[in-house]
């Protein structure tokens, strides 16, 4: 199973967002587990996901989180602004599936 961490300021903008890719993952018949925290509970989840993404809102987390994720060697990426604001479940799973190859 597939396991993604979104990450934003408190943990709750991003909710919605979880929502949505896991309706998309239902979708495609895909087993993933997503979810969502905030910025203080980053580093106690760098074991137990395969990827992480960064709501637009802490963008500028991204090079300090990434030097923790590459030491796992774990991929990490800032969700596009456009989809993140129109909720695209569905192109953020995408995305985040294609980090993993």
Known sequence: MTKILLCCAAGMSTSMVVKKMKQAA?????EVDI???GLDEFDA?????????LGPQIKYKLGDFKVKTDGVGKPIAVINQMDYGMMKGDKILDDALAMLG
Do not use: E, R
């Open 26 to 30: 239902d979708s495609k018949n895909l």
């Open 45 to 53: 989840n760098l074991d137990k996901y395969d990827c992480f993404l």
């Open 35 to 37: 979810q969502a925290v």
